[in-house]
């Protein structure tokens, strides 16, 4: 039966990136986090963390991991500058304009329109395509990321439907009702059940 990590296990290994020349922060935290979870993996037929992480070590170099020189640029995969603040700052002044744009239309003032169609276009094709792109990083779960966007995009296109009433925004509705339940059966509950039959 496999365990989970301990903190002084986890730190040995973090230490090891960073003596095999891993310095860059953020790809030592995202190497560490995934080589700790091939160990643990290990851990199911080997119960010692020093043969399993050597085990886990050996197949992390032979898929070129630790080349950091070559795949650093390929690791983020996005500009720098998309980071948490950009993305809380960015979406707070497109959710701002387009009920400034709500509040034009409710008092029948010019402007109205535009303010709507900037707010709610800057959110839905800019906003949630660079919160993906800034996802699918090296290591990322690439069909998580490509669910939960999908599911963010229809419900974005549900809810303008219902609030333009377009005809087909039962259809968007549907289709966000699929992907929240494909994400939460596949990416939630499964590996949830899966993690409790492991412990018993």
Known sequence: MSRKLTDIEIDFIQENLQKQGVEDTLVL??????????????????PDFYMAFTIALKKFNRKDLLNIS??????????KFLNKTFFI????VSIVIFIVGIYLRINLLPGRRVLQV?????????YLPLLLLSWLTEY?????????????FAAFHAFAGWYLNWPIAWLFMIVTALFAILFLAIFILIPHFKTNNHEK
């Open 29 to 46: 935290a995202e190497l560490t986090d995934h080589l700790s979870i091939l160990t643990e993996a290990e851990l199911y037929s080997e």
């Open 70 to 79: 070559r795949n650093k640029e390929s690791f983020y995969a996005h500009p």
């Open 89 to 92: 700052v960015f979406g707070l």
């Open 118 to 126: 900037i707010g709610a276009a800057s959110f839905g094709y800019i």
């Open 140 to 152: 990322a779960n690439k069909t998580k990321c490509i669910t939960g966007f999908m599911g963010l």
